[in-house]
């Protein structure tokens, strides 16, 4: 059973930086493809980015490419957001999400199995 923890979250500025991780245990990582997704109340889940743990290719969301960047490590089996030129819309609740047995990135919530609790990001104007 694929266990993943959130961390990383809270209050920033408009134009500021926030770095979220997702340590993941209980996997076989080489398999996976792992996300991270953001959902406002009232909201379906929105796919922000995702990364294949195997051959590292990425994939992000019009609305954070050239602001956020995905990335793992693999001694530590984490994945981490990086959230640059961060905006008020940008505010949610961002969730770790995995897949495993998987050759190519899903970006529907309904591809992924695994999911982290969610950490909040606040982001101020």
């Known amino acids: 059973q694929v266990q993943l923890v959130e961390s990383g979250g809270g209050l920033v500025q408009a134009g500021g930086s926030l770095t979220l991780s997702c340590a993941a245990s209980?996997?076989?990582?080489?398999?996976?493809?792992m996300g991270w997704f953001r959902q406002a109340p009232g909201k379906e889940r929105q796919f922000v980015a995702a990364?294949?743990?195997?051959?590292?290719?990425?994939d992000y969301a019009d609305s954070v490419k050239g602001r956020f960047t995905i990335s793992r490590d693999n001694a530590k089996n984490t994945v981490y957001l990086r959230m640059s030129s961060l905006k008020p819309e940008d505010t949610d609740v961002y969730y770790c999400?995995?897949?495993?047995?998987?050759?190519?990135?899903?970006?529907?919530?309904?591809?992924?199995?695994?999911w982290g609790q969610g950490t909040q990001v606040t982001v101020s104007s």
């Open positions: 209980g996997g076989t990582f080489s398999t996976m493809i």
């Open positions: 990364i294949n743990w195997k051959n590292s290719s990425t």
């Open positions: 999400a995995a897949e495993s047995w998987r050759t190519t990135i899903g970006i529907r919530a309904y591809e992924y199995r695994y």
